[in-house]
């Protein structure tokens, strides 16, 4: 992808491009819908992701166009207010966030490719911020840790976009290690590597169905978990502990019960799974990931007919120690963890039980933890830069 990308911008522009990079996506292996209210994920950088090559330009704007995903727009980064609409929401989202926080913007044309099937919950859109800050910034001569890249990403999604997500997505997809997972604390960022061992594999299921989160209910499931917090005296629902909860739990309204409940249940379940796969223990690692499928479908209510159908497939299948689905819910991938040994007969047969249970096409793939995001080359640019205020 990466040659046909430089071979794609040099045809369309009569240039090399003096720069690419690269940013991937991301799977969360258990910990979904924790991160907004500071509690544990445990996701891994995958294999497949986004690229952009670019080269400067000698005026205040952006030009992308991609292939692969079949757009191409104009953004004029002298009129961030007026929105965009579409993909280059996420750029505009970008470029606002940075210029806000003093970095200099300057005025590029890229080409982007991506082999990240888009709304399938493997952090599409994090994996496109994150590559478009690493342009910027290498534009600008300037580079970020990788927890204050996320947060920027996370604050245009949050503030731009108008997704209320919290800050896993982005954190994963920019401070990735190659060959382990990620334990991290929402609250402080505190990153641990916890390697996946080596006669397991991770395997992606991808339902082949779509959710948007524009106007879906996740902005709504974030404002239910902070109603639970507030009703216990707390900003989060990270600092409400289990014998509160269970005091107390009768006073609140069934539906916000449920969704604290998923959240202190699946906190403590992210925290054993690390311990258990530190540990070489994927058994226990299997059984803690279809607890947090069962809640993620009952009490959190964000599972599909699609997620059940795909997850029923992985444990009926020899070789997987458990499977749930990953990402935000309403459609897109489950995730499983597989015996290596079995990795290639198990992708076959869930994807034939998936398409005699569904209606739909399935795609099943398997990634090893990769590293996040990234520069992977840059030539020093003759252009200038547009301070914007």
């Keep these: 992808m990466q040659d046909a990308l430089l071979a794609e911008f040099a045809a369309r522009h009569g240039r090399a491009p003096q720069g690419l990079v690269r940013a991937p996506g991301r799977v969360n292996l258990i910990g979904e819908h924790t991160d907004y209210s500071e509690g544990f994920v445990l996701p891994m950088a995958i294999e497949r992701g986004v690229w952009i090559a670019f080269a400067p330009l000698d005026r205040p704007a952006v030009e992308l166009h991609s ?50 099937p888009v709304g399938s919950g493997l952090s599409s859109s994090a994996a496109f911020e994150l590559a478009l800050a690493h342009v910027f ?14 947060l920027l990403a996370q604050e245009a999604e949050n503030r731009w976009v108008g997704v209320q997500c919290g800050i896993m997505d982005q954190l994963a997809c ?24 080596a006669e397991a594999v991770v395997a992606i299921l991808d339902t082949g169905t779509r959710r948007s989160l524009h106007g879906s209910a996740y902005n709504e499931r974030r404002a239910q978990c902070e109603a639970g917090a507030r009703h216990f005296g707390h900003a989060v629902l990270r600092d409400v502990t289990s014998e509160e909860f269970d005091r107390r739990a009768g006073e609140l309204d069934p539906v916000v019960r449920r969704r604290c409940r998923h959240v202190l249940a699946e906190n403590a379940r992210t925290l054993e799974a690390a311990d258990a796969l530190e540990a070489g223990d994927l058994a226990r690692v299997g059984a803690l990931m279809v607890q947090s499928h069962a809640s993620l479908r009952d009490d959190f209510e964000v599972a599909s007919p699609a997620l059940d159908a795909m997850v029923e497939a992985a444990l009926a299948t020899d070789g997987c120690f458990g499977a749930r689905m990953t990402g935000a819910g309403f459609g897109g991938c489950a995730v499983a963890l597989v015996r290596r040994d079995a990795a ?6 869930v994807a034939e039980r998936y398409r005699r249970a569904t209606a739909h096409e399935p795609a099943v793939f398997v990634s090893a933890p990769a590293a996040g995001a990234r520069v992977l080359f840059h030539e020093s640019p003759d252009g200038g830069g547009l301070r914007l205020r």
């Design 67 to 116: 292939g692969t995903l079949g757009a191409e727009g104009r953004l004029d980064l002298t009129r961030l207010d007026e929105p965009p609409g579409g993909w280059l929401e996420y750029l505009r989202g970008v470029a606002g966030v940075l210029a806000a926080h003093g970095h200099l913007l300057t005025g590029w044309q890229g080409a982007v490719a991506s082999d990240l």
């Design 174 to 197: 920019s401070a990735g290690r190659q060959g382990s997972a990620l334990l991290i604390d929402c609250r402080s960022l505190d990153l641990r590597p916890v390697p996946i061992p």
């Design 137 to 150: 910034l290498a534009l600008e001569g300037s580079r970020l840790d990788p927890a204050a890249l996320a």
């Design 344 to 349: 290639d007969g198990f992708c076959a047969c």
